[in-house]
């Protein structure tokens, strides 16, 4: 067990020892990684950190000490709603990251049916491809999950959600795109489906938020999926995924900003007084909703424009290259920047495949269902598409000729 040591130690010899312990880490900023990170350039990089420095300790529970954080988040929600659809009567939360935007909408959507409905058994439809932290939050909120197996197409089947909604349903759920095959689900048709039964209808728009609209204005085909949909109830947007800010910032944004109050808390059963909250967290960090607001000034639209051209750019060399290699196919529909690919050819063991590339020093994602290996793209990807189609190709080769490790489709690799 580590103990805090007695004598302090100086700053320079703390900082070698961080560059130090780095140095086996994966190679981010040469696009070798499949998940966990968004980079594009380093003037934006120095964007983020001077911002989030400019902001480092401040803490955002305490808007009334900081007006320059509370105005700050309301631009960084409006310019979010603007994107994606809000109308006059909107609202949004800031919050840590997607888990946190998605756990106050389940938490929102049982306390309303609570209270209007008088639900006492909640549950929720989600398609099986959602973000398995629609399942923590229900464990948490005491709220049953209920998955539905998707379609043949990877899109949620509509009618088999209906089948499994009840009196008790609280919330149903699609995905701008799912994690696992990045499709859209059929946004209109569940969000209409929501409003007949009378249920909250919650976006996952974690990965797409700010990454979709702008695909969408290159030419691509992208679904309706926004807050103006009608019968959506609210939608959450990473702004630290596409939005392309460092770590600790999404937003839970609602078509009604009265629906806010669903997942506030307030009391005063203690002796200091009120307290009340719209978040998990109670203090905040003022340096993630700086550098958010920072990156997404910095970006403007012609900057996420940039990110969306080159992010459909590497998408369309590694799908081709990829799926020209004999033996390999890419798996079809994936809308955005999320696609899988895996053997057809069933003597190539797509875990040597896996283990092969891991060795190049490519950090692969694992794909259970099917088989295969699961790419997220973002733009630093476009830098490297043309070497990862080179290595897939001697990954293959490798995986045909020998022996060799291998990655299984259920060890953990997200
Ligand atoms: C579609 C989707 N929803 C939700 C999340 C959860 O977001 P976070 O990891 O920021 O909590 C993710 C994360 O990858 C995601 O891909």
């Known amino acids: 067990m580590t103990a805090i040591p007695t004598t302090g130690r100086a700053r320079t010899d703390l900082m ?19 998940v966990y990170f968004y980079w594009l350039d380093e003037e934006l990089e120095r964007v983020q950190q001077e911002a989030y420095l400019a902001f480092w300790t401040e803490n955002n529970l305490g808007q009334r000490a900081y007006p320059s954080l509370k105005s700050i988040e309301d631009e960084v929600i409006g310019m979010a709603l603007s994107l994606l659809g809000g109308g006059d009567a909107s609202g949004g939360t800031f919050t840590s990251g997607g888990s946190e935007s998605i756990f ?30 629609f399942d923590r939050a229900a464990e948490a909120l005491g709220i049953e999950a209920r998955r539905v197996p998707i379609g043949a197409d990877l899109r949620a089947d509509v009618a088999a959600m209906a089948a499994r909604m009840d009196a008790e349903t609280v919330a149903i759920v699609g995905s701008a795109p799912n994690y696992p095959f990045g499709t859209f689900d059929p946004i209109e048709s569940l969000a209409a489906l929501a409003a007949e039964r009378g249920v909250w209808m919650h976006v996952d728009a974690c990965v797409g938020g700010f990454l979709a609209p702008y695909v969408r204005r290159l030419g691509h085909d992208v679904p309706a999926f926004e807050l103006s949909v009608p019968g959506v109830t609210s939608l959450s947007a990473d702004i630290h995924k596409h939005g392309m800010a460092p770590k600790g910032a999404s937003l839970l944004l609602v078509t009604d900003a009265a629906d806010r109050e669903w997942h506030k808390f307030e009391s005063r059963a203690w002796q200091r007084g009120p307290y009340a909250a719209y978040t998990t967290q109670g203090t905040r960090p003022g340096g993630s909703v700086a550098a958010a607001w920072a990156s997404m000034n910095h970006l403007g639209d012609e900057g996420y424009l940039r990110c969306a051209r080159l992010i459909m750019e590497a998408k369309a060399i590694m799908t081709a290259g990829i799926g020209a290699i004999p033996g390999l196919d890419i798996l079809t529909p994936s809308d955005l920047c999320i696609f899988v690919w895996r053997a057809t050819d069933p003597t190539l063991d797509i875990g040597k495949v896996a283990a092969a590339l ?57």
């Open 358 to 414: 891991d060795a190049e020093g490519w950090l692969v994602g694992r794909q259970q269902e099917p088989d295969g290996i699961h790419l997220h793209l973002n733009p630093i990807h476009r830098e490297v598409a043309e070497d990862y189609v080179a290595a897939v190709a001697r990954a293959v080769a490798a995986a045909r000729g020998g022996r060799g490790p291998r990655i299984g489709a259920n060890e953990r690799t997200y």
């Open 16 to 34: 070698a020892e961080l560059s130090a312990r780095k140095e086996g880490d994966r190679d981010w900023r040469r696009g070798r990684l499949a």
């Open 104 to 133: 106050l909408a389940m938490m929102a959507a049982r306390n309303k049916a609570r209270a209007q409905r008088g639900v006492t058994q909640p549950n929720i439809v989600l398609p099986n491809s959602a973000h398995l932290t």
